[in-house]
């Protein structure tokens, strides 16, 4: 489905459903905070965003060069698979298709790894990471992403779960299998999609 855009927000298209709460889902009105191991605190000072894998030539940026690209604004829910449904969140930051302008990717690129700070990953295919609403968000609800929130930088996937939202992001790599992150090889599903309940695999 194409997202829509209204003043300049990018529309995420399960926002528009009838009925927003996915199956065996309940709504919270709170935002939980969520991941296993500690929460990192990263330094904007040494943070860098890099780019790898199967792309032509590899980049490393700067927090100020990641800042310094053009921004999105996006309107989506979250989805937990534990069970809550967040509605209405508004996020601001970089969207996957800036990393497009960026490197030029190989022909063997099938899929995404978003890497996390201390050994966290998230895969997603291509398609998915390169949906219009996707970015790695700066700011939630006009205040910057919290260290518990994932800072400086949070990826967000508004169509599957949200543990595929890796948090405190270091990197992306491209690679060509079809290799599992951290929760799909700890029993959660390969794709995550919370409207056909792909939880558990
Ligand atoms: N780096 C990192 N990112 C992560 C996780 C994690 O364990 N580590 N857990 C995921 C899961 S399971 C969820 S539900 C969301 C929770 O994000 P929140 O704490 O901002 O609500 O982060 C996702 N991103
Ligand atoms: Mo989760």
Same mark, same amino acid.
């Given at each position: 489905m194409k997202e829509e855009q209204a003043g300049?927000? @990018?529309i995420s298209p399960d926002t528009k459903r009838k009925q927003r709460v996915p199956p065996n889902q309940r709504k919270v009105e709170d935002w939980p905070v969520l991941h296993?191991?500690? %929460?990192?605190? *990263?330094?904007?000072? $040494?943070? $860098?965003? #890099? &780019?790898?894998g199967l792309v032509e030539k590899e980049r490393t940026l700067t927090h100020k060069e990641f800042m310094a690209l053009? #921004?999105?604004?996006?309107?989506?829910? &979250?989805?937990?698979?534990?069970?809550w449904t967040l509605l209405?969140?508004?996020? /601001?930051?970089v969207g996957s298709?800036? &990393?497009?302008?960026?490197? #030029?990717?190989?022909?063997?690129?099938?899929? %995404? &790894? @978003?890497?996390g700070a201390g050994g966290f990953t998230t895969k997603l295919t291509m398609e998915d990471f390169f949906q219009g609403d996707v970015l790695f968000a700066i700011s939630h609800n006009g205040?910057?992403?919290?260290? /518990?929130?994932?800072?400086? %930088?949070? *990826?967000v996937v508004p169509r599957l779960y949200f543990w595929k939202s890796a948090k405190w992001v270091t990197g992306i790599e491209f690679v060509e299998e079809d290799e599992p992150g951290f929760w /799909?090889?700890?029993?959660?599903?390969?794709?995550?999609?919370?409207?056909?309940e792909e939880r558990y695999s």
């Open positions: 300049g927000t @990018v296993a191991g500690s %929460v990192r605190n *990263l330094d904007p000072a $040494t943070w $860098t965003f #890099k &780019i790898f053009p #921004k999105v604004k996006v309107l989506s829910d &979250i989805h937990c698979v534990t069970g209405d969140n508004s996020w /601001e930051g298709g800036a &990393i497009k302008d960026l490197v #030029k990717l190989g022909p063997k690129a099938k899929f %995404v &790894i @978003v890497h205040k910057q992403i919290t260290p /518990e929130h994932g800072a400086p %930088v949070r *990826l /799909e090889s700890r029993g959660y599903h390969n794709h995550g999609d919370p409207w056909t």
